[in-house]
Nanobody, 126 residues
C-alpha cells in the first residue's frame, strides 16, 4: 500500500487557484512533520510548506501569502491551497512525511522525510 497519494494537480492560467490533496494512512497523523515539496522542470526539489503535529506551519518565501497548508486529521488528508498562481509555480508537487519529530527549522531538509508520494503535476500558463 502506497502510504501517501497526491491529487489535485492540473493546468491553470496565471492568477488561478488549485488545491492539492495528499491522502495518507492514519499511521502518519499525530506525530512528526508533514510537508509539501516541488520540483520545477530542470531544477532541484525544494520545500514549499510544512505542518507539524502541533499545527505549526512554515512556508518558503515563494509561497508566503499565496499558499496555505492544512490537514484534516479526521480524513487523514494533507492539503495545499494555492492561490494567485504564477508560471514559476509550475512543478511536480510532492507530499512527504517524517514521523519521528516535529518540523522545526529543518523542515526543508528532504533527507529527514522517510515517506514520499508519487507527485502531482501543476502547470501554470501565462
Amino acid at each position: 500500500q502506497v502510504p501517501l497519494v497526491e491529487s489535485g494537480g492540473g493546468s491553470v492560467q496565471a492568477g488561478g487557484s488549485l488545491r492539492l490533496s495528499c491522502a495518507a494512512s492514519g499511521y502518519f497523523y499525530g506525530t512528526g512533520c508533514m510537508g509539501w515539496f516541488r520540483q520545477p522542470p530542470g531544477k532541484e526539489r525544494e520545500g514549499v510548506a510544512s505542518i507539524d503535529s502541533g499545527g505549526t506551519t512554515s512556508y518558503a518565501d515563494s509561497g508566503k501569502g499565496r499558499f496555505t497548508i492544512s490537514q484534516d486529521n479526521a480524513n487523514n488528508t494533507l492539503y495545499l491551497e494555492m492561490n494567485s498562481l504564477k508560471p514559476e509555480d509550475t512543478a511536480m508537487y510532492y507530499c512527504a512525511a517524517d514521523r519521528s519529530s516535529r518540523c522545526g527549522s529543518s523542515w526543508t531538509r528532504q533527507y529527514r522525510f522517510g515517506y514520499w508520494g508519487q507527485g502531482t503535476q501543476v502547470t501554470v500558463s501565462s
